[in-house]
């Protein structure tokens, strides 16, 4: 089985971005070869940039105290267990008060490092880190992984509240929505979205063994998929045969 997630708004869009970023970092992290190192301290750039839209920490902290605000309503209601609420609440009071406490904007703090801004200038050039450019760069690489890996988990930690936070919010936007069986009838599906509910994410699931593609649009009336296969080219072109999958809206 295969997930695709699609984004509705231009908020979770970002926040997609983010967690695919974030999850790349933890893979590289562990690893000990000089280049899986470069590719880390590279996504770190990454998640820089796409962390340095000035609303992106109030939209946090927003989405964050409006979560927060539901479930406490949810106390005292029999058919939620107390024990699980309360973890979930602590867990989205504990991330709020980490990244309201982060001083600026995410990576704020490595932005002051001229070495690593140094590196961050030509890392988007291609072959823009050889040793004879950055000899400092190419001397550090040769530490030991241990050595490496310490620096790395020294400047990933200045951004864990914004993990965190993101991690928290994404988990209760999933566990918002509730999966349905549906079928795309000649690789075709439709559906009308009510008015009176905004969406904020559409999860398809299905098996992939016969190399199907979803092609998915969607806004706050109507989603559509459309099951592609790639041709011998590598172009996608429409399946055309039943497939069932497995729908989730999340609010």
Not at 22 to 36: C, H, K, M, S, Y
Not at 66 to 74: A, K, M, P, S, T
Request: glycine residues 8%; hydrophobic residues 40%; contains cysteine.
């Amino acid at each position: 089985m295969v997930l695709y997630e699609y984004p509705f708004n231009e908020g979770i869009r970002t926040m997609l971005r983010l967690e695919h970023l974030f999850g790349r970092l933890a893979q590289l992290l562990p690893r000990e070869a000089p280049v899986d190192h470069h590719f880390a301290l590279a996504t770190l750039f990454e998640i820089m940039d796409v962390a340095s839209r000035a609303d992106l920490k109030s939209d946090l902290l927003k989405e964050l105290e409006r979560h927060r605000n539901q479930l406490v309503g949810y106390r005292g209601n029999p058919a939620i267990s107390e024990a699980a609420l309360e973890a979930v609440i602590g867990r989205v009071e504990g991330a709020y008060n980490g990244l309201n406490q982060m001083q600026g904007k995410a990576g704020q703090a490595l932005a002051a490092n001229d070495w690593l801004m140094s590196i961050r200038s030509r890392i988007s050039i291609p072959g823009g880190t050889c040793e004879f450019d950055l000899p400092s760069y190419y001397a550090w690489q040769q530490h030991p992984p241990e050595q490496r890996r310490a620096d790395l988990t020294g400047w990933v930690t200045t951004l864990a509240p914004l993990g965190e936070a993101l991690h928290a919010l994404m988990d209760l936007l999933r566990d918002g929505g509730a999966p349905q069986r549906m079928m795309a009838l000649g690789g075709q599906y439709q559906q009308s979205l009510p008015q009176s509910k905004a969406y904020h994410l559409m999860r398809v699931r299905f098996d992939d063994s016969g190399g199907l593609v979803p092609e998915i649009s969607g806004h706050r009336l109507l989603v559509s998929i459309r099951m592609m296969r790639a041709d011998a080219d590598g172009r996608l072109k429409p399946a055309g045969i039943d497939v069932p999958f497995e729908l989730t809206l999340c609010a």
